[in-house]
């Protein structure tokens, strides 16, 4: 496969997805034509044959998601690089560029030229074959979208237990990630049905799926908003029922996570990346999972400073004259790969290594999520320098910056 630096015909895809438009730029920046395509294999074949009768061909998309997935397999059986153009980086450019229009040809040009002109600031995706890397990355997915539904599931269930008992709400709402907690709303969703249940039979089933000492907790708050509300709102058997239903959903949707994480802890444990991360302090299963699906084998990036920018660790400086000068943290980046290393360096701090730094940080006048974002920035540079040199961490070995790739 051709590297950025050999590339010299540059096809800006804007993707959608019944067909895309191609835009194809010589290295000069001129035209070498232009066309819609239909999104099948046999086109986008051709699409990229063509170009490459010109010369090297780079591909440019805008967002590599479930309707590119084709684009990029046809590329990687072609042995084409792919640049990634984020939505926000070509909006920002396409104000350099004469005109207002908004049309698919105009945002396949302007995606062809920011790839030419900014070759090396492009984020090249990894299109490489890895069947494990490749099921990480759905099974992650999956697991990002049932986290959404679990707590869209759980918020409305909260603002239905507040509309019936801000009390029971109070008593119950945080221990919903509890499944005798479920178990019991399930069974007795209203003050009503809660009042008719005696003392044994809630404990009973709390306990069920609850440790003891935490089902006998629950119940004796459950009563006590029991005994603080005599009054019933209006169209409380209603209110039960979708009480009901949504924590039975939100009970499933805990099982399926569940399933999946032990799922994703094989593929990632399987995969050679896998033990080299989990050897980390702070990595476990999910969150070493995710690292792995957004940087893949780390060859993409030069050294840790560029892992961390794009990751969204490293720090922004401000400076105008005399009157503006300081840093502060980024709101860009990758924010998957940000909070799996967020979450990781915090779970860490159990390591003597990370707690020292963790405390130096905090010494010179940081505060808790600033202190951690520096750890996470650091180790940035460690997992780097494990990924390159297929080494697992070494406790007081692992800190050095890896040397920058050429």
Sequence with gaps: MATP???????????????????????DGERIFARSVVNDQ???????????????????????????????????????????????????????????AKTDKRDAFIIADTGRTRRKRAHWLDVGSDELLDRLRILNGFDIDLAADQNRLANRC???????????????????????????????????????ARRARLTKTVGARSPRLAAAKIVDAVLAA????????????????????????????????????GEIEEVFLAHPFGELLSSMPGIG?????????????????????????????????????????????????NHRLKNAMFLAAFASLRSPDSKAFYDRKRAEGKRHNAALICLARRRCNVILAMLRNRQPYTPGHGTAPPAKVA
């Design 5 to 27: 630096e050999q590339v010299n015909v540059w096809i800006g895809l804007d993707v959608g997805k019944e067909e895309h438009f191609a835009e194809v730029l010589d290295d």
């Design 158 to 196: 909260r603002d239905a237990l507040t509309s019936v008992s801000p009390g029971l709400e109070r008593a119950v709402g945080a221990r919903l990630n509890q499944a005798g907690v479920r178990d019991l709303l399930a069974s007795y969703p209203t003050l009503t049905a809660l009042k008719a």
């Design 226 to 261: 029991l005994d603080a509300q005599s009054v019933t709102v209006p169209a409380e058997a209603t209110i039960g029922r979708v009480i009901a239903e949504l924590v039975t959903e939100l009970d499933r949707v805990f099982a399926r996570r569940d399933a999946l994480a």
């Design 285 to 333: 299963p999910r969150t070493g999972s995710r690292i792995l699906a957004e940087i893949g084998d780390g060859s993409r990036f030069a050294d840790g400073d560029k892992l961390a920018s794009y990751a969204g660790l490293a720090p922004v400086t401000r400076q105008s004259g005399k009157s503006i000068n300081g840093e502060s943290k980024s709101r860009r980046g």
């Design 42 to 100: 046999a086109a986008l074949e051709g699409l990229l044959d063509r170009a490459g009768g010109h010369g090297t061909a780079g591909l440019v998309i805008d967002q590599p998601g479930s309707i590119a997935q084709l684009v990029l397999a046809v590329a990687r059986s072609r042995q084409i690089p792919v640049a990634y153009v984020p939505g926000l980086v070509m909006r920002r450019a396409a104000d350099l560029y004469p005109g207002e």
